[in-house]
């Protein structure tokens, strides 16, 4: 695949030179979203305990004992491996980041201390490419656990899922990828441990057939049999048998894959701002055309933009009440829909633990904060994406009643543009920034110090949508979350079930209220927008009136003049859009594919 990056990075930054020459707002709109939208590719490592993850980690990077091998699983922390110039780590808990001894690495990611999340930088030679998210042992891949590792699936580049080649795709796993083959473009498998396995050219087969009746997006993805154990002896070895057990090892041809694949993730971020930046040449190229129309002083033409004028004029007027009502309307009804079923998720999870309760003996209950912590993670977790999709809805409908396909994409940019403010100026919960992580779903499990590093939601191409910016909800410090490691979990079941529900009884409340704000941010946001994109409707109008009107007032000579000052103009703005419509063009290549076509 050829790269693109050099293309499309020259036409975004050729479109916001020219949009700051024209639209300052709309030029300081896309410098935001690029600034947001171009992060440092990310790989999230998935796998079922036992296969090998954290080991196949280490080899990628080339540093034996890295990543912790065989921590506990429901520690629920992930190991963030990024670029520095030494060995460092820094773990992120409740009073903020604390520097932790890389030798002590292995205590912390099995629980020892209450970590989220523990970033380790590293000059190895792949992270100067990418971003490695080790997730925990995915608690057997149970539903659970599984909610938290598909979130971090979703906000990554792509998947590197790790099985072994003792045995084929279990049913976990399987249901865990068809899951997952929803929410990501790219993935990659390792099969591990083939030193040990000789059979395992049978089990990669079984494993593509068992892909393709299971999760057959996934069906033609390569499979990179690779064994950690062999490329640790070559770190240790010198001369030719150092060359010969990297061979034989095969992880240097699984590192040259993620670096493409991390490279293609890259260029499809560039798209996705690129894209943007077409929406507003295509308005400004609406306007130039207009302005050239103007000069020819049609008087039929006057007579219609009057009377255009006039009546959304007229309809602002009458209809603006209604689209108030319509949008208090439908917030209202999305947020008790939300919270409704956040309700019904505690409720679902206060009778499975209350029922565990029943089963376990007295010491067994110290270990139900871990139980709860998860739960909680993993409710956070779907309310955000429960949020997204109801934003997008409620937009959506509020929207396409109140104008039309050109207006709406306006104003879909002020709401995007809104709510970026809203979530960017309002403080966490915990109060400090880079703790989001613990707070927000978004950035618990992201790479980029509590901050999302999300790919993008792959519209190469498309004809539009919603790019509604929904930071994860989360439950902060108030209720839930490390608040259960305060509170002293008593040893008798009676004393475990109040616990319990208390607990559950304060994170419920957290969350409905974190859900409530974030519909006043989406009412207000879209308030703005049904505002913005009449304003300046009739703004654009009233500009076109008075460019016929000045022409008409001036003779063959000024009309002809003003004629070639907006032909110019809008050559000026064709050459922008013909630019990004050629790199757009050329970035369909980019959506998703089976990534080894080209192989």
Not at 223 to 230: G, K
Not at 243 to 251: F, N
Not at 276 to 302: C, H, I, M, N, W
Request: with cysteine; glycine share 8%.
């Amino acid at each position: 695949m050829r790269d693109l990056t050099a293309t499309m990075d020259t036409a975004v930054r050729d479109a916001l030179s020219y949009l700051r020459t024209t639209d300052m707002d709309a030029a300081a709109d896309l410098a935001e979203l690029r600034r947001t939208q171009l992060t440092r590719p990310g790989v999230v490592v998935v796998g079922e305990t036992k296969r090998g993850k954290s080991s196949l980690v280490n080899a990628l990077l080339g540093v034996p004992g890295l990543s912790p091998v065989d921590a506990a699983v429901t520690t629920a922390a992930y190991l963030s491996f990024v670029p520095g110039d030494t060995c460092t780590a820094r773990a992120w808990l409740p009073e903020g980041g604390e520097p932790v001894p890389v030798d002590d690495l292995a205590d912390w990611a099995a629980g020892k201390r209450r970590a989220r999340r523990i970033e380790v930088t590293h000059p190895a030679p792949l992270l100067r490419y990418l971003s490695l998210l080790d997730t925990p042992g995915a608690g057997g891949l149970d539903p659970v656990h599984a909610t938290v590792a598909l979130d971090a699936v979703r906000r990554g580049t792509a998947l590197l899922f790790v099985a072994d080649a003792s045995a084929p795709l279990s049913k976990p796993e399987l249901e865990f990828l068809a899951q997952a083959a929803e929410r990501v473009d790219a993935v990659v498998f390792a099969l591990t441990k083939i030193d040990a396995y000789p059979q395992w050219r049978g089990i990669a087969d079984d494993n593509r057939g068992l892909l393709q009746a299971h999760a057959p997006r996934f069906a033609s993805a390569p499979w990179f049999p690779v064994s950690a154990r062999l490329a640790e002896l070559a770190l240790a070895a010198d001369g030719p048998r150092q060359a010969t057990l990297a061979d034989a090892s095969k992880i240097p041809s699984l590192q040259h894959a993620l670096i493409e694949l991390a490279g293609r993730g890259h260029q499809l971020q560039l798209a996705n701002v690129l894209r943007a930046a077409r929406g507003e040449l295509g308005r400004l190229e609406g306007q130039a055309d207009a302005k050239l129309q103007a000069a020819t002083a049609d008087p039929a033409r006057s007579a219609q933009l009057r009377a255009d004028r006039a009546a959304l004029a007229g309809r602002k007027r009458t209809e603006s009440r209604q689209w108030t009502l319509l949008l208090s309307a439908e917030v209202q009804r999305a947020r008790v829909e939300t919270v409704g079923a956040l309700r019904s998720r505690i409720a679902e999870i206060q009778q499975e633990l209350s029922t565990r309760i029943e089963k376990l003996r007295g010491p067994d209950l110290a270990k139900l904060p871990d139980d709860i912590d998860v739960h909680l993670q993993a409710v956070a977790l779907q309310m955000s994406e429960r949020l997204e999709t109801t934003f997008g809805q409620v937009a959506a409908h509020v929207l396409d009643s109140a104008f039309d396909e050109a207006e709406r994409d306006a104003a879909l940019g002020k709401v995007n543009a809104t709510l970026r403010h809203a979530l960017a100026a309002t403080p966490p919960r915990d109060g400090s920034g880079d703790n989001l992580l613990i707070a927000l779903s978004a950035g618990g499990i992201a790479f980029m110090a509590g901050r999302g590093a999300a790919l993008g939601l792959s519209i190469v191409g498309a004809a539009g949508g919603l790019l509604i910016p929904v930071a994860g909800i989360g439950l902060g410090l108030a209720a839930g979350g490390y608040v259960l490691y305060r509170r002293r979990v008593h040893t008798d079941r009676q004393h475990a079930r109040t616990w319990l529900r208390d607990v559950l009884a304060e994170a419920r409340a957290a969350l409905a209220d974190e859900i409530t704000v974030r519909f006043t941010d989406l009412q207000y946001a879209l308030s703005v927008a049904l505002d913005d994109a009449t304003g300046r409707r009739l703004r654009d109008l009233d500009a076109q009136i008075a460019d016929l009107d000045a022409a008409a007032a001036e003779d063959a000579a000024g009309r002809t003049r003003r004629r070639a000052a907006a032909q110019q103009e809008l050559d000026a703005v064709r050459v922008r859009v013909r630019q990004a419509d050629e790199a757009l063009l050329r970035a369909r290549a980019l959506t998703p594919a089976p990534i080894d076509d080209e192989r």
